[in-house]
């Protein structure tokens, strides 16, 4: 039925959205919020994966003994990927601000026609 | 405005209200990463809680200030400490018999000190997270300060 | 799970937003919507360590945008379009979410997952390594070779951005090469 796979297809449109600013905007920071977006939607999908219907949060505490809990396993991938997430766009702002400094502007276009 | 400048950071209010709770954002990550094995949190996110702490300082009292307290050496140097410091763990796992062995006793389960080496690991992660991160900050806010005015 | 659905719904909106919003910095808030919705969405899929972590990070993220945006000449998005690359975008959208209804039934359905590893880690945790956390078991423990990766990263990346805006190295040459 339709709830067993629209949450997904939800989450290709979010992926869809980052992937069209990356590839119709001019502006430097619009294309870096675009992949900003996109990974969004990637860490969205690893952890809609694991969702376990009743499930618990993946926590022992004592008195639970054989609960049924949600799967840990993507979680802990998508823990160290919104980190590198981070350091990724942390590095193309920087390059980003750098080129603001050199050419003055955001304008890709321009960028290409300035120096040469 | 006047959140950027290199003179003074933000108004009165701010800078008084920072002096009183950003100790308890620091002991607050403190918190998160040494309760890591028990409860939700752990290495990462307590890192980033501590380095949001000193950003906060450096957003409300300038960036001049901040960057005269903190050498940019110390920053790096620490972060290379955390990652000395997690490939260290690593290796003296060797001691029992193979990389990333944990050497420690296990422990009982739900006491603070048990787990093996994963609050040893945690602290590691904190460090050189926060310190990364505080690195990359005092570098893209306060370093590029004064190319700004021609607005 | 209507919730779910809400916030998703509101998560597209706001991404559409900060794609089209010409002035900079309103673009830069309707990510931070983005990241926050997704901070909620993860707490109602069962996932509170990865709740905390995406909440703290897409602070700084906004933080880091807002300094790129804030106070720059000629910073804002008043350029025209790109026809080809608006076509190119849209043909990508419409061809994703096609595929994604083709192939997404093929996935253990919603809420159904194959947890053929996770079972094994799920039981033995406690036994093995002694942490309640299972999530900081699997990357302390068990999966720590993906942790020093990650920390190798990190080191890349901020070795990266402190070699990138170093000012002494550009000007003392004179011209670009």
Same mark, same amino acid.
């Given at each position: 039925?339709?709830?067993?796979?629209?949450?997904?297809?939800?989450?290709?449109?979010?992926?869809?959205?980052?992937?069209?600013?990356?590839?119709?905007?001019?502006?430097?920071?619009?294309?870096?919020?675009?992949?900003?977006?996109?990974?969004?939607?990637?860490?969205?999908?690893?952890?809609?994966?694991?969702?376990?219907?009743?499930?618990?949060?993946?926590?022992?505490?004592?008195?639970?003994?054989?609960?049924?809990?949600?799967?840990?396993?993507?979680?802990?991938?998508?823990?160290?990927?919104?980190?590198?997430?981070?350091?990724?766009?942390?590095?193309?702002?920087?390059?980003?601000?750098?080129?603001?400094?050199?050419?003055?502007?955001?304008?890709?276009?321009?960028?290409?026609?300035?120096?040469? | 405005?006047?959140?950027?400048?290199?003179?003074?950071?933000?108004? =009165?209010?701010?800078?008084?209200?920072?002096?009183?709770?950003?100790?308890?954002?620091?002991? /607050?990550?403190? /918190?998160?990463?040494?309760?890591?094995?028990?409860?939700?949190?752990?290495?990462?996110?307590?890192?980033?809680?501590?380095?949001?702490?000193?950003?906060?300082?450096? =957003?409300?009292?300038?960036?001049?200030?901040?960057?005269?307290?903190?050498?940019?050496?110390?920053?790096?140097?620490?972060?290379?400490?955390?990652?000395?410091?997690?490939?260290?763990?690593?290796?003296?796992?060797?001691?029992?018999?193979?990389?990333?062995?944990?050497? =420690?006793?296990?422990?009982?389960?739900?006491?603070?000190?048990?787990?093996?080496?994963?609050?040893?690991?945690?602290?590691?992660?904190?460090?050189?997270?926060?310190?990364?991160?505080?690195?990359?900050?005092?570098?893209?806010?306060?370093?590029?300060?004064?190319?700004?005015?021609?607005? | 799970?209507?919730?779910?659905?809400?916030?998703?719904?509101?998560?597209?909106?706001?991404?559409?937003?900060?794609?089209?919003?010409?002035?900079?910095?309103?673009?830069?808030?309707?990510?931070?919507?983005?990241?926050?919705?997704?901070?909620?969405?993860?707490?109602?899929?069962?996932?509170?360590?990865?709740?905390?972590?995406?909440?703290?990070?897409?602070?700084?993220?906004?933080?880091?945008?807002?300094?790129?945006?804030?106070?720059?000449? *000629?910073?804002?998005?008043?350029?025209?379009?790109?026809?080809?690359?608006?076509?190119?975008?849209?043909?990508?959208?419409?061809?994703?979410?096609?595929?994604?209804?083709?192939?997404?039934?093929?996935?253990?359905?919603?809420? *159904?997952?194959?947890?053929?590893?996770?079972?094994?880690?799920?039981?033995?945790?406690?036994?093995?390594?002694?942490?309640? *956390?299972?999530?900081?078991?699997?990357?302390?423990?068990?999966?720590?070779?993906?942790?020093?990766?990650?920390?190798?990263?990190?080191?890349?990346?901020?070795?990266?951005?402190?070699?990138?805006?170093?000012?002494?190295?550009?000007?003392?040459?004179?011209?670009?090469?």
């Amino acid at each position: 039925m339709i709830h067993a796979w629209l949450p997904y297809v939800l989450c290709a449109l979010l992926f869809s959205v980052g992937v069209y600013a990356v590839l119709s905007k001019k502006n430097l920071i619009k294309i870096i919020m675009g992949i900003i977006i996109a990974e969004y939607a990637v860490n969205l999908f690893l952890i809609l994966l694991c969702w376990r219907k009743d499930g618990e949060a993946p926590i022992l505490h004592p008195g639970a003994v054989g609960q049924v809990m949600v799967d840990p396993l993507p979680q802990a991938l998508v823990l160290t990927s919104i980190v590198i997430g981070l350091a990724t766009t942390a590095f193309l702002v920087a390059i980003a601000m750098r080129l603001h400094d050199r050419y003055g502007t955001y304008d890709i276009t321009r960028i290409r026609e300035l120096r040469g | 405005m006047a959140i950027h400048s290199d003179e003074g950071g933000m108004t =009165l209010v701010v800078k008084t209200v920072t002096r009183l709770t950003v100790g308890l954002i620091f002991l /607050y990550g403190v /918190y998160i990463v040494l309760n890591g094995h028990l409860s939700p949190g752990g290495g990462f996110a307590g890192g980033v809680i501590i380095a949001l702490s000193f950003m906060n300082l450096v =957003l409300a009292f300038g960036g001049k200030k901040a960057v005269e307290i903190v050498k940019k050496n110390a920053v790096t140097a620490m972060e290379s400490i955390g990652a000395i410091l997690f490939l260290g763990i690593a290796l003296l796992g060797f001691t029992e018999g193979g990389f990333f062995r944990s050497f =420690l006793s296990q422990g009982e389960t739900f006491k603070l000190i048990s787990g093996g080496t994963i609050p040893l690991s945690n602290i590691a992660i904190c460090i050189k997270v926060g310190a990364g991160l505080f690195g990359i900050f005092l570098t893209l806010m306060v370093l590029m300060g004064s190319e700004r005015k021609e607005k | 799970m209507i919730e779910l659905y809400i916030l998703l719904a509101l998560m597209i909106v706001g991404a559409l937003a900060a794609v089209e919003m010409k002035n900079l910095l309103s673009a830069v808030i309707a990510v931070g919507v983005v990241g926050l919705g997704l901070s909620i969405v993860f707490l109602l899929l069962k996932a509170p360590d990865i709740a905390l972590t995406q909440l703290v990070v897409e602070i700084v993220a906004v933080i880091i945008l807002i300094r790129a945006t804030l106070n720059m000449k *000629n910073a804002d998005d008043w350029l025209g379009p790109r026809p080809l690359g608006a076509v190119m975008g849209a043909v990508f959208m419409a061809l994703t979410v096609w595929m994604g209804i083709v192939v997404f039934r093929s996935l253990p359905s919603f809420g *159904n997952p194959l947890m053929l590893v996770s079972q094994r880690y799920l039981e033995n945790s406690a036994a093995d390594t002694g942490a309640a *956390n299972v999530v900081a078991a699997i990357i302390l423990d068990y999966r720590a070779y993906d942790t020093l990766g990650e920390a190798t990263v990190l080191f890349t990346a901020v070795v990266g951005v402190l070699t990138v805006m170093r000012r002494k190295g550009v000007k003392s040459h004179g011209d670009p090469q």
